[in-house]
């Protein structure tokens, strides 16, 4: 079984799949990490050398990759399901998992993260941070509200999600 998490980036895709990994016994990967293995780059030099529309055409090769991997959490990218069939990929292959977070929560915690470790932040300040979280949301949120469960990434117990899913 495959278990994919999705959501907007800074919602904790990351840690709670690493928790929840553990305690269902598979193994975990994040696809933004994944894919710097695999191309010796980080997400950032990706994104600046090729551009945001070739890394999507990198990030969908390497989530049809792990997609045929068994027993495993996958944390995606934040528009990971946005795009191409990534989402009907993801439904097909396994469990799509959203990791929900209201608003002002994400941008809270997007303020307080590396930002730097995030291409389509890195020069923003505050209000602009609002505005482009808000904006993407409006974006995205059709595609995330697709998964096969929906979760407050606010609150979540990991034992409350285990038995939600197995």
Not at 128 to 142: Q, T, W, Y
Request: proline residues 1%; charged residues 30%.
């Amino acid at each position: 079984m495959r278990y994919f998490l999705i959501g907007f980036m800074g919602c904790g895709k990351s840690t709670i799949g690493k928790k929840l990994a553990k305690k269902i016994g598979y193994s975990f990967i994040d696809l933004d990490r994944y894919i710097e293995s695999k191309l010796y780059k980080t997400i950032l030099e990706i994104f600046n050398e090729k551009g945001e529309a070739e890394f999507r055409l990198i990030e969908t090769k390497y989530l049809k990759e792990v997609s045929l991997f068994e027993d495993i959490v996958i944390s995606t990218g934040g528009g990971t399901p946005c795009f191409f069939e990534n989402l009907d990929l993801m439904k097909s292959s396994g469990k799509v998992i959203y990791l929900h977070l209201e608003h002002q929560a994400l941008v809270n915690r997007l303020l307080n993260s590396k930002r730097y470790d995030r291409p389509l932040l890195e020069k923003l300040n505050r209000d602009d941070l609002d505005i482009f979280v808000s904006n993407k949301m409006s974006e995205r949120e059709a595609f995330y509200e697709q998964a096969h469960i929906k979760i407050s990434a606010l609150s979540i117990d990991i034992d409350e999600l285990a038995t939600k899913i197995l």
